[in-house]
C-alpha cells in the first residue's frame, strides 16, 4: 500500500472519490461527473475504524459451552474470539452435523445482497455458491421493497416485476417530451432514488422535476408527506392505505362519464366486465364513487372527480411508488393502478400508461443499452423449498405449520441453521420483538458482518467480514453508463477477511474445494468475470477496455447512454396485440385473472378489489392507537449502513419523528422534545419535529436505527420496526406489511 492515495470508487449510492493514508480511509468527496452527489459517502471514513467494528472470528461463550446451546441467551451472551483456523474448524463441523442429521433443507440462506455493490464481492452471491457447493438451502422468494409486486404484476402483465421496471417503463426524456401530467401514489422522492442495486452514477430525479416544471407538466402527489414529491408538485395528502379506494373512485368517474378508451380494454386487456360490475356495484352494493372514496382517503370528491377528468383529456402517466405494496392488501394499488390506466388507453403511448418504482431506486428511466455479465455465478440449488422473504420469523417460529403463497399451499421448514452473509435483518424485518424471540428458535446462526450490528449480537458465530473499501472489486450498475475498478484501499481491518475467503476456508474443510473456487482466487475471479462482459459487451457493439486498461484508468464511460435506447413500453403490443401477445394465460393484461380467482380467497375475488387494513385510520385499532405511522427510507445512508458513525454524531439520535402541529399540540409535545412512540407490539424513543408536509394523523420514522432495546423493552435509537406489523400482504404475494401500523405518541418521561 502507498502511504496515501486517493481513487473513484463505486457503492450503492454512486461514486465518490475517497483518500487514505497509512492504512486509514481518510476523507472522501464527490464524482465530478455525479450532478447530485448524495452526502452518505461522509460517514465512510467513521464507519470503516468504528468501535463497533468485529475484530476477530466470535463465537458466542453458551452456544461453544453448553449442550443445549444455550439459545435462550442470544442477544445478551458474552463472545468468545477464537482463532480463524479453530473458529473455521467449528462452523464447518457444525454445518456437517446439520448436513447429515437433518439434510441441506434444515439450513436457511438468509442474505439481502445490499452489503457491496462491487460485482464478485457481492454477499448474496457467494453465500448462494457456497452453500448450493454443499447440497444446498432453503431459499427466499421476493424482497421487502417489491415481494408484493413480485408477485402481482407476472399475473397482470406476463412478465417478472424487475424485468418490468428496467424494461417496460417510460425514460426520463420521454415523460419529458409527451407525458403532461403525472399522478404520483406515493410520490416520487429523489431522497430515494440516490440508491441502487449496483449503484448509481447521476442522480437526476430532482432536475428532471426541473425539467418537466419548464416543459409545463402538471404533477401531482398523492402521498401522506409532502415531502415524497420535489418542490412544485400539486399535494393530496391521502390517508395511508387507502389509495386502492382513490383510484377506484376516479375510474367509476372514467365509467361513468365514458372517459374511458373502450377499443383499448377489447382489443389489449380481459376481464373488464367482471371489474366494471363490481366497480358499480352490482356485485357488493356500494358504487365506488368519489364521495364513498373521499370518506375513506380524505381527499375531496370534487377533486377526485376533476382529476379524473384531466387524466383522460390528457397524456397521462400513472406511477406507484414501492411503498403502497408494503402495506396489507399491497398487491392491490398496483393492480388497481395498472387497470386505471388500462382505461385511460394511454399504455403503449409515449409518456403515458403505467410505471412503478420510479424515484425508489436509482437508475429507472435512464435511458441506456442494457449490457449483461459481470456476476459471481451462484451454481444450481438442488433444495427447492423456499420462503417468501419477509415470513422468516413466521418460519423460525412455526415450524412445519401451513400457509398459503400464491396459489399454493405450502409448509414452513424445519430450520436447525441459519447462515446470513449481507444485509441486517434486524433492521429490514417487522416486529422486531417478535423477530428476536424467532433469532432464539434454530440450534445455530452464523453471520459474516463488519459491525456488531443486532443482527450479530444475536448470532452463534460471527465471522468478521471486510468492508469495500479493504479489498479489490469491480463495480457496475444496470440502467449506469459507467464501470469502474475498485481499488483495495486499505488492508483488512484487524482480523476480518473477504467472504469469499471464509467461505473458501469453509468449502476446503467440508470437501469442495475445487467445486466453490474453481482453483480460481478473488483476482481470478475478477479476470474471469470481467472476460465474460467484455466478451458479451462487444457482440452488442459496445467496446470496453480490458481489465488492466480499467485498473489503470480507474473508471470509464461506456458509450451506451441516450435517447435512441429508449422505446416506448408496450407500442407493438399496443399496435397488435394479437401478433405480439403478453406472458399472461390471455396474452392481454389482465384486470380479471382467472388464476387468481382460481386460487379461492375470498379477499381477492379475481380483479382489483377496496380491503381496508386491519390497521389503518379508519378501524376500530385507531381508538387505541389513533395515528397512522409511515416508515420511510433515511436520507442520509443505505437502510442501516454506516448508522454506527451516524448514531455517534450529536443530535442524530434518537431518529426525528416527523408529527404534524395539530397532532403535537393536542399532546403537548414541541420540536425537539424527546418523546416515546408506542402501541401494543413495542415502543421506541424519538424526537419530535413539527412539520405541516406530514398529514393530520399521520407520523413518519425513518428506518435504518439500529434495533436497541433497554432494560424496558424500550428501543433507544428510534427503530420504527419494534412496533411494526409482521404480517403478510396477502396469500398472494406475503410480503411485509410495515406501512400498515397504528401508533400514539407521548411525551418521554412520562
Known sequence: MVEEQTKVTSSHWGAFRITASNGRIVSTAPFEKDLAPPKIASAIPAAVHHRSRVARPSIRKGWLENEDRAKERRGSDEFVELPWDEALDIAAKELKCVRENYGNGAIFGGSYGWSSAGRFHHAQSQVHRFLNTIGGYVSSFGSYSTAAAQAIIPHVFGTNFLKFIWEHQNSWPMIAEHTQTLVMFGGINPKNAQVSMGGVTRHETASRFDEFKQCGIRCVNISPQQTDAPDGAEWLPIIPGTDTAMMLALA??????????????????????????????????????????????????????????????????????????????????????????????QIGFPGGGIGYGYGAIGGLGVSVKRLGGLTFPQGENPIKDFIPVARIADMLLNPGAAYDFNGESRHYPDIKLVYWCGGNPFHHHQDLNRLQKAFKQPDTIIVHEPWWTATAQRADIVFPATTPYEREDIGRAQGDAYLFHMPQMIPPVEESRNDYDIFSGLAERLGVSEVFTES????????????????????????????????????????????????????????????????????????????????????????????????????????????????????????????????????????????????????RITTGALVRVFNDRGACLTRAVLTESVREGVVALPTGAWFSPGSDAIDSQGNPNVLTRDRGTSRIGQGSSAHSTLVDVIPFPK
Open 252 to 345: 367509476w368517474v372514467l365509467e361513468t362519464e365514458s372517459l374511458l378508451d373502450r377499443d383499448f380494454l377489447n382489443r389489449c386487456t380481459t376481464g373488464y366486465e367482471h371489474f366494471r360490475r363490481y366497480l358499480l356495484g352490482d356485485t357488493d352494493g356500494q358504487p365506488k364513487t368519489p364521495v364513498w372514496a373521499s370518506a375513506l382517503c380524505g381527499i375531496d370528491s370534487q377533486t377526485i372527480e376533476v382529476l379524473a377528468r384531466h387524466m383522460a383529456a390528457h397524456r397521462t402517466l400513472i406511477t406507484v411508488a414501492w411503498s403502497l405494496q408494503r402495506a396489507e392488501n399491497g398487491e392491490q394499488p398496483y393492480w388497481m393502478a395498472a387497470t386505471l390506466a388500462a382505461m385511460l388507453g
Open 520 to 667: 480460481r482466487d478473488s483476482a481470478q475471479w475478477q479476470h474471469y468475470m470481467y472476460e465474460a462482459f467484455e466478451c458479451e459487451a462487444r457482440e452488442s457493439g459496445v467496446d470496453v477496455p480490458s481489465f488492466e486498461e480499467l485498473k489503470q484508468s480507474n473508471w470509464v464511460e461506456l458509450p451506451i447512454a441516450g435517447p435512441e435506447y429508449s422505446d416506448t413500453p408496450f407500442a407493438d403490443f399496443r399496435s397488435d396485440p394479437q401478433r405480439f401477445p403478453l406472458g399472461t394465460p390471455s396474452g392481454r393484461i389482465e384486470i380479471y385473472s382467472s388464476t387468481i380467482a382460481g386460487f379461492n380467497y375470498p379477499e381477492d375475488p379475481g380483479h382489483p378489489v377496496w380491503r381496508p387494513p386491519a390497521e389503518w385510520l379508519g378501524s376500530d385499532h385507531a381508538g387505541q392507537f389513533p395515528l397512522h405511522l409511515v416508515s420511510p427510507q433515511p436520507g442520509d445512508k443505505l437502510h442501516s449502513q454506516l448508522e454506527c458513525a451516524i448514531a455517534d454524531r450529536p443530535g442524530e439520535r434518537p431518529a426525528p419523528l416527523s408529527i404534524n402541529p395539530v397532532d403535537a399540540a393536542c399532546r
